[in-house]
């Protein structure tokens, strides 16, 4: 396990049963033996809006690092998703939104392997431009959301 999946595992432990978690990034960094540029690594890469996480950040001595998870009402979910999603969405930013859907109970992970299949690079390959390929791709996922409500 390498140290970033330590800091994820670590943050993710501290939030259950919780829908947020106020850390110290230079007590986590000693606690786990790293540099505070790890723990901002893995805040910027893991605990994104994706992901369902807010994160506030204050630098200075008494800084802090506030990351929240996202509650959306139940019936609200897929709505907040679909709109989230915007003109564009890159496959990794898919997959994270389908891990978190599978996680939360709204799909199955055969459903969610389906869909993206649907919107990988190579499926979209024959839209030369990568800007082409992230609207075709938010259009498909955001339609193929609308009719899992």
């Given at each position: 396990m390498n140290i970033s999946d330590v800091i994820e595992s670590f943050i993710v432990d501290k939030m259950s049963g919780e829908n947020d978690v106020e850390l110290k990034r230079n007590e986590l960094a000693n606690t786990l033996g790293c540099v505070p540029s790890q723990i901002n690594y893995v805040i910027s890469t893991r605990f994104t809006t994706e992901r369902g996480y807010v994160v506030e950040s204050r630098r200075g001595g008494g800084g802090f690092i506030k990351i929240s998870r996202v509650v959306v009402p139940e019936g609200?979910?897929?709505?907040?998703?679909?709109?989230?999603i915007g003109t564009q969405i890159d496959a990794q930013?898919?997959?994270?939104?389908l891990k978190n859907l599978v996680a939360d109970g709204f799909t199955d992970k055969k459903t969610a392997k389906i869909i993206m299949s649907a919107v990988t690079d190579k499926a979209l390959s024959l839209i030369p431009s990568a800007s082409g390929r992230a609207r075709v791709r938010a259009s498909i996922f955001k339609n193929v959301l609308i009719n899992l409500v």
């Open positions: 609200d979910v897929m709505m907040h998703i679909i709109n989230s930013s898919t997959a994270a939104i």
